[in-house]
């Protein structure tokens, strides 16, 4: 009998079909498009890439014109910048980037005054590093959908007018005795801060709410529990010899933290005192099969309900409780005890990672790394890139049903799209006094705002940005505003009386806050990066009682199938949506673009009636799957994904935008619809729709 392993490529290869077999030897099963002619309508024709990315928007000739004016005057290239921008000749501009959602201090090369592509910073020791969302952003900027400048009531409005209306409408709200929200995402920026304690110190009516599109409220609030400060705990996995994951993706989108340098840096195989070569090792405990998942060493797909009894029986076992824990099957047991052996056994360096939007798992967890003693989980470093608080955008709710609202500004937010309950604060937003939307495009939000406020993209704009204490970052912008755009900041600081520019704001606050030992303001402009010591010492608290926390975990029973709402590596939380490098990439794990699915296992997918099949051009076909969770109802394709637990399904965020983006971009469904209580676990029934989806797919590969 033949030893050589079997490899499959997708679960539809087990049909033994004719049809598959000729494919799996048939890369190109179809002709490559080679004319290059673009004609009236684009899926008549064949073209090249170029002129796609022409027919959905994407130019550069607004960026020429402006490029014509040469970058900022106070910017300074990364590369020294000549005494003129010479033809084929790349500048380099250390900045940075922050949506609120993705991170990175990076590198813009631009090319006659034009940025093209973006690289790693490799100065900065956290954040240096892009994913495939940063990397594409240039593109974003070049996006013809962009406001080009201010909008009242769907038409064009000086800024001039727009100032003096919404001073206007802050004091009738102020005299009213009505409380106007700040609504906006994590502000990370040192500046920002006190620009917008200024800007309430102004106006004192005004009350700054941060939320985040997708949650991380049960973190920060067990990390405050636990260690008295409410932010993202850090992680050294260059230190971990064993890791243990219980649902955190953490090489993907994990509280926003980019964890893959450090973690590649143990597993390559190092020779120790002894002679033996060693690395770290890795165990996944998840449901949806992931990009962590898939380079685990020994990947156990569970339902999240059971991740928790896990979670459970670690500590009980840790710390010799005779709690028993149910709905543990012997076998796992026996598996879970020889990690637990490991984990004691590594001591220090092992560490057990929680994905859980459950403050009784996260206290757990954070727990179990203290008992351990781990080294990895940092005692004095801690992530600034979540700060909200869901819970708060209940006091907005209040306020408007005892008519204390007087106005509502956002910004770095899309609440009409990414709100569980959408449609309240869309019907809300068209009944208060003034609502003001910062944002690029007009999308989900602004279409409901009366006032929008047109921003440039953030290689047009001045910024600076603190997401680990005591590692700060600068953004500068690499040209001049294609449009009529202004920052956030600018405006409420005109708002507020000053006279100041929020490039001013940033230097003075660097000089007298930030900068110390004789750095001066240029080289940090530079770098882009700076490093000060501002390390904190969290203790955890002696006096919590966890027996409550693991009865409400033991508690948790399923009802239905268990749905985990997740974040491509492509399309994260949607605010890029509208990008077609990242619609058409593929992902990683079910290697399908241009879409969001429901993943299934094979197990589940035959008795609820789901299938995958191949046509004899290679084209992969599913049915639909109707997905409903209280009231609401998803209609949404299906893909059988090896490896995912069964009785649970997924779907992504990022999908199912209406507003703010060309008609081609308006695919796949808005799973923050199913998002209720901002919790990415939910439990759902599923129906079969018998009717066909066509994927775009790379070939055999789900």
Known sequence: MSREKKYWKSEVELSNSLDIKDLKHNEFAEKLPIDLEMSDELVQSSTNRRDFLKYLGFSTSAAVLASCEGPVHKSVPYVIQPERIRPGIANYYATTMFDGYDAANILVKTREGRPIKIESNKLSKYHGFGNARVHSSVLSMYDSGRLQGPVF??????????????????????DAGKNVYLLTNTIVSPTSKKVIES??????????????????????????????????????????????????????DWMGSSY?????????????????????????IESNMSITGSNADVRIPLK????????????????SNSLSVPNLEDSLKQKLDLLIDELVSNGKSSVVLCGHDDIDSQIISFRINEILKSEVK??????????????????????????????????GVNPVYSL????DFKSLLSKVDFSVNFSMKMDETSAESKYVAACPHYLESWG????????????????????????????????SGSENSYYDEIRTNWESNILKNGIIWNKVLHDG??????????????????????????????????????????MGDGQQANNPWLQEFPDPISRVSWDNYLTVSKFDADNIGLKNYNESNGALNSNYALVSCDEIEVKIPVIIQPGQAKGTVGISFGYGRTQGLKPEMKTGQNAFRLYNNFSKLQFVNIKPVYEIHEFACVQLHN
């Not at 409400?552 to 199938?561: N, Q, Y």
């Open 199 to 252: 800007f309430i110190k102004k106006f004192k009516n005004v009350k700054h709410i941060e939320y985040d599109a997708v949650s991380e409220t049960a973190v920060l609030d067990a990390h405050e529990i636990i260690y008295g400060v409410r932010a993202l705990p850090f992680y050294n996995l260059d230190k971990a010899n064993f890791i243990l994951s219980i649902g955190a993706d953490f090489l993907g």
């Open 420 to 423: 569980p309950d959408a449609m």
């Open 464 to 495: 600076d940005f603190e997401f680990i204490n005591g590692e700060y970052s600068l953004c500068q912008p690499t040209l001049k505003p294609l449009f009529d755009t202004r920052q956030f900041e600018e405006c409420l600081m005109k708002w």
């Open 529 to 570: 990066v700076y490093s000060k010591d501002n390390k904190i010492q969290l203790k955890p608290n002696g006096n919590l009682n966890f027996t409550s926390h693991i009865e409400s975990l033991l508690s948790d029973k399923s009802d239905g199938f268990e749905l985990i709402i997740y974040s491509k590596p492509g």
């Open 304 to 319: 999240p309900s059971i991740q928790k009894h896990v979670l459970a029986y670690i500590y009980n076992k840790l710390e």
């Open 153 to 174: 009531s769907g038409e064009d409005i000086s800024w001039q007018n727009l100032d003096d209306q919404l001073v206007s409408h802050l004091k009738k709200s102020d």
């Open 260 to 284: 893959d340098k450090d973690y590649v840096k143990n597993r390559v195989p190092k020779k120790n005192n002894n002679g033996k070569a060693k690395m770290s090792r890795h165990i996944q």
């Open 378 to 411: 940092s005692i004095s470093k801690i992530s600034m890139l979540r700060k909200g608080d869901h819970k708060k955008l209940n006091n907005i709710i209040k306020d408007y049903e005892n008519g204390l609202l007087g106005g509502i500004i956002m910004s």
